[in-house]
């Protein structure tokens, strides 16, 4: 379970977020791949070198480094989510004709080599994604991937038993299983959902009169599978007013996404797992910054590809997500040396204070 969507702010950035939701246990970091860096491919142990930097967050492994997004100094953003029951990979070539990507590491390889949408289209056809199990799941993960661009242009990219399958994405927004061509489909059942208000109805002469607002939005779906996040997310991302730059698009990109973000334990797996989201994030395609919202974190975090620039050119990993809750304490205004700031007020487990009269 994930839910993607690019957008623009009024003044042209492009971003890309995502929900990660995961039901296997899986600790996130935040990672630095310096332009030109080293590494050998999990299938077949092939070096590659990548062409452009990136910031991405992933999961090192078992020798295996796995990204879940990321963009690179191109302005170029990606990121991969779940395809269950539609995946379909490839076996290892034994002509050598296209060049064979662990599925793992496919994210990898297209954020290390292009610049542009454009660029990952011409490059798809001479690829093949084979299926490699990860060290997490102990299968090959069935994945499709969304990429974005400075431009606004956007894309689905899908493994399928036609091979590698590539679709426009007008609105910008993905989710699971089952395709993309399908999710654009099932909008048509949601036509009738509008942000205006219901006027009264007649009904045999009783007039019938909408409880409140909102009566636009009543055959929105609300649950938490894949079809009814698609659907919800692409009325939210086509409807909401344009945020006019940079920061309003980060908090907008929050609240539209907040409506499918999976709070832990409301969705549980065969196999007695809980399936949540383990954060959100939003990638600035301009900046190349990030702004991450973890599970068990109430603050937003942000980092950028160009926070540490001398690296030496070896792979940086900056640690995991920030958990921790953070409040913001309001001063008030009115007593002598206050000013009204909010200063951060980390939550603590502290017992439970109680006044001196409280019995």
Known sequence: MCTAVAFQSGRGQNFLG??????YPIEPRIFIVPKGFEWRSALDGKRFADACGFIAIGQEEDGILGFFDGVNECGFAAAALYFAGCAHYDAAPENGGKEPVPSVEFLHFILGRCGSVGELKSLLPRLTVVGLPDPVTQTAAPLHWIATDRSGAC?????TERGLEVFENPLGVLANSPGFRWQMTNLRNYMGVSIGQKSEADWGGVGLVPFGQAGGTM??????????RFARTAFQKTHVLR??????A???G??????????????VTDRGTYDYTRYTAFLNTETCEYFIRAYGGSAVETVGLWDHPENGGRLLCLGALTQRP???KREDPGLPGRTGIRRPCPYRNSPRQTSPGAK
């Open 18 to 23: 995502r929900t990660l939701d995961f039901s």
């Open 155 to 159: 894309i689905v990219v899908e493994p």
């Open 219 to 228: 055959l929105l779906p609300g649950g938490y599978t894949s079809p009814e």
């Open 243 to 248: 945020p006019d730059d940079g920061a309003e």
């Open 250 to 252: 980060v908090v907008t």
């Open 254 to 267: 929050f609240h539209i996404l907040g409506s499918v973000t999976v709070p832990k334990g409301i969705v």
């Open 326 to 328: 953070v409040f913001l």
